[in-house]
């Protein structure tokens, strides 16, 4: 029975890392799509998703049977839950790809403005090396590299806050900007809920090798630290 469990633990393993390659590949079209203007690239993203929605729905599927089939306890429990849990994460991260490529068709036609958008560029870029770096330390069951991936959240606070201060300058000097500055604003906001769930999969790294549930988001931990 160990031997079959342990089978199924890898074709489980797979399946997510699977899934992990389409949400980097959703991400990278998304960014590019907002980027160039492409609004062929970001209808892609959208009809691709539904492949991602049914990786999440096997994945649970499976970690079900598992538990329902040979109960697993301590470590093999974690191993297990872990997938759960991570997998819906990056359906998540996957959902706000979606989300910024129908901001992409959406600004189509509407005012530009070169200086926000090439934020949003190195914002994105960020967003998805910091989501691939994720799954890789996932993989490789990388405790100190979750920790340190987790702090990287950091920036893509600073950078949405930054190109949100741009475009109410821009919208308040121009009024052409106004329906493209919010659609700015929420391509950014998009991006940086990406990097709060690469930060949960960071989070559940840490359960699955420590069996502890800790708050990794340096946005939030300095007043959980204050309250405690």
């Known amino acids: 029975m160990r031997e079959t469990f342990d089978k199924e633990l890898v074709q489980l393993h797979v399946r997510f890392a699977e899934m ?8 990278f079209r998304s960014v590019k799509a907002f980027v160039d203007h492409d609004k062929n690239l970001a209808s892609m993203v959208i009809e691709h998703d539904q492949a991602i929605n049914q990786c999440e729905s096997q994945l649970e599927k499976m970690t079900l049977e598992l538990i329902a089939l040979y109960q697993p306890v301590t470590s093999d ?7 759960l849990k991570a997998s819906s994460d990056i359906e998540r991260i996957a959902d706000h790809a979606v989300s910024l ?21 190195k914002m994105g ?17 990388d405790l100190e590299r979750a920790y340190q991936i987790a702090q990287q959240d950091l920036f893509l606070d ?12 821009k919208m308040q000097a ?3 900007a106004v329906v493209s500055g919010s659609h700015y604003t929420l391509a950014a906001t998009y991006l940086e809920r990406i990097g709060d769930y690469a930060t949960n999969v960071c989070e559940w790294i840490v359960f699955l090798k420590k069996g502890e549930i ?15």
């Not at 992990?20 to 991400?27: D, P």
């Open 20 to 27: 992990g390659m389409l949400v980097n590949e959703a991400i």
């Open 77 to 83: 429990l974690r191993d297990v839950i872990t997938v």
């Open 101 to 121: 490529a129908r901001t992409t068709i959406k600004m189509k036609g509407t005012h530009r403005i070169p200086e926000i958008e090439v934020e949003i560029a």
């Open 125 to 141: 870029e960020y967003a998805a090396k910091m989501v691939a770096d994720a799954l890789d330390a996932y993989v490789k069951r």
């Open 158 to 169: 600073q950078e949405l806050a930054k190109i949100k201060q741009l475009c109410i300058a």
């Open 174 to 176: 121009n009024q052409k």
């Open 214 to 228: 800790v708050e990794l988001n340096p946005g939030n931990s300095d007043d959980e630290n204050g309250n405690a």
